[in-house]
């Protein structure tokens, strides 16, 4: 078609300068002369620019673009859309396709984030009502609270040697066996003693439960008390009882809204005897070492937060403190409240998360995924619940033996790979294949390149992405239609590659090296368009899904 119609051109310009030559007037003026010749060359010129954008044209109509591609920002899902988007009883409208495409197009507005993001991660299903909510959310608090309580103990215990806890995660083993398709965490059930799953709901309320919505009261410090003549453990021995990697790793059951576990694809031996007996291996000594490192993290944490929580960042003074001793934090005199209290906050819930998740327990790095969630949600219960499900495909992150990392590394590789098969031969050249310069991104998920509210629009379109996978949205023709470029748990590694493909030139022309490549990677930080990654992202997606998963 672009061929014909450039033939057409060329045979409007031949005639137009037979008749200049042939010295025909018509409404050319006189024959003959510098007017024609002028006339000539413009007519020439103008056929040249013509054609010229024919050809662009038709190689851009020849290739596979994105529906996302070239697309702005769309607004962010708005507090009015959010409540439209319910039925009377309380459940999102048509299963939640047009809020799962909302988020996608332009995330979330801060104001409603700390509403809509247990949504996305899983702790509400997308098709529950109002009262399953509020059921959920009080069982989530219990849950929450016996995870404090054993947080306390294993404290205590770690004081005297461990010796206690490790006899009970020997008489729990064969519980554990039997319970593994419960709705309790295995960590809980490893580590907790019975007679603690055991507290009547008075024994639960005399706990002090985190509020952070009501810290104007001073008799609370809004973190769950620890004895505070607990003294930290600073042994930097951690007994390593990992799986190797030839075994399939046990993941903890995580109680969603039915009751039901929920786990990774591909991680399938659950109820192996071998899980269990790794997870016994778990001594106080663990949660020691684990203790420890959380609260350095704590201290260290940035207050990029700040900005974006000012109900927290206004805590008194004398607030904080409480909240710093209920936790045993020590050596914050030269923080300033809110920071004092987000970091006892974060010490509060990694050290819950490392009795629910005992297989992983704590890695540095977590902090950095959990300190926006603090940020955004008021409630202790509540940033863990959230952060459980994030944690749910990130906890790969932290494996010792790097399993869940390599097979991240290896997706980005692969879709360099076949998006751009002449920079990856560069990439091979310089023995850079394995992508190993983006590690960083992978570990905390752009949270270092990305400023606080750009991570935030970033997760929240990833959480989308893995939210519509889990309510099987997109899978059909017309769901993908619906949602556009196809949904993928993997869309961070498509973003990854993105931002890696748009220094492309840069690393071809520039670097040698793969400690140049991960320089420039790390000073990302700051030069990133998140929207324009995402863009790219989905570019990607629409392009190689079918390849690459």
């Not at 700040?306 to 936790?327: E, F, G, N, R, T």
């Not at 869940?404 to 290896?410: A, E, K, T, V």
């Not at 929240?460 to 023709?477: F, H, Y």
Request: overall charge neutral.
């Amino acid at each position: 078609m672009m061929c014909a119609w450039a033939a057409r051109v060329e045979r409007a310009v031949g005639s137009i300068l037979a008749r200049v030559a042939g010295g025909d007037a018509g409404i050319w003026g006189p024959a003959g002369g510098r007017w024609h010749a002028g006339v000539a060359v413009g007519v020439t010129a103008a056929a040249g620019l013509a054609l010229a954008a024919a050809i662009v044209v038709s190689s851009r109509r020849g290739s596979l673009r994105s529906p996302w591609s070239r697309r702005r920002r769309k607004g962010a899902l708005t507090k009015q859309q959010w409540r439209s988007l319910f039925t009377p009883e309380g459940k999102l409208v048509d299963g939640g396709v047009r809020f799962l495409k909302i988020v996608r197009s332009g995330g979330i507005d801060p104001s409603i984030r700390a509403e809509v993001w247990p949504f996305l991660l899983g702790v509400y299903n997308l098709d529950t009502s109002e009262a399953d909510r509020k059921e959920i959310r009080a069982k989530k608090r219990k849950e929450y609270i016996k995870l404090r309580k054993e947080c306390q103990r294993a404290s205590t215990i770690s004081k005297e040697g461990g010796k206690e806890l490790q006899e009970s995660a020997e008489a729990n083993q064969a519980a554990c066996h039997r319970s593994s398709e419960s709705s309790e965490s295995v960590g809980l059930e490893v580590l907790v003693n019975p007679e603690n799953s055991n507290d009547d709901n008075t024994e639960l309320q005399n706990l002090d439960v985190p509020n952070t919505s009501k810290i104007e009261e001073e008799e609370r410090s809004g973190i769950t008390q620890v004895d505070e003549s607990v003294e930290e453990r600073e042994s930097d021995s951690r007994s390593d009882c990992r799986s190797s990697d030839e075994e399939p790793e046990s993941i903890p059951t995580y109680s969603s809204m039915e009751g039901n576990t929920e786990h990774s694809t591909d991680l399938t031996n659950l109820n192996a005897p071998k899980a269990n007996v790794r997870q016994s291996c778990r001594t106080a000594e663990d949660f020691g070492t684990w203790q420890r490192i959380i609260r350095l993290d704590a201290i260290r944490a940035n207050a990029e937060w700040v900005a974006y929580s000012p109900v927290q960042a206004a805590v008194s003074k004398d607030i904080a403190i409480k909240s710093a001793l209920a936790v045993g934090l020590k050596d914050y005199d030269h923080l300033e409240p809110c920071r004092i209290y987000h970091a006892a906050r974060l010490v509060a819930v990694l050290e819950a998360y490392a009795v629910y998740d005992p297989e992983i327990g704590y890695c540095q790095g977590m902090s950095d995924l959990l300190s926006p969630m603090l940020a955004v949600m008021e409630e202790d219960y509540e940033a863990f619940w959230c952060f459980v499900g994030f944690m749910r495909k990130a906890r790969h992150n932290f494996r010792l033996d790097e399993v869940g990392i390599r097979r991240q590394l290896n997706i980005v590789s692969k879709i360099i790979k076949f998006k751009d098969p002449h920079f990856y031969r560069h990439l091979e050249k310089l023995q850079a294949e394995d992508c190993f310069f983006v590690y960083r991104m992978v570990v905390v998920m752009f949270r270092r390149e990305l400023s606080f509210d750009q991570t935030l629009c970033l997760w929240e379109v990833v959480w989308a992405d893995q939210a519509a996978n889990r309510a099987g949205i997109g899978k059909s023709t017309w769901g993908r239609m619906r949602m556009g470029p196809p949904p993928t748990d993997d869309l961070l590694l498509y973003a990854i590659a993105a931002s890696v493909l748009q220094k492309r030139k840069l690393i071809i022309e520039r670097y040698s090296s793969m400690d140049e490549i991960i320089r420039e990677c790390n000073n990302m930080a700051g030069q990133l368009d998140v929207w324009k990654l995402l863009d790219d992202a989905h570019n990607l997606v629409a392009n190689l899904h079918d390849k690459i998963e």
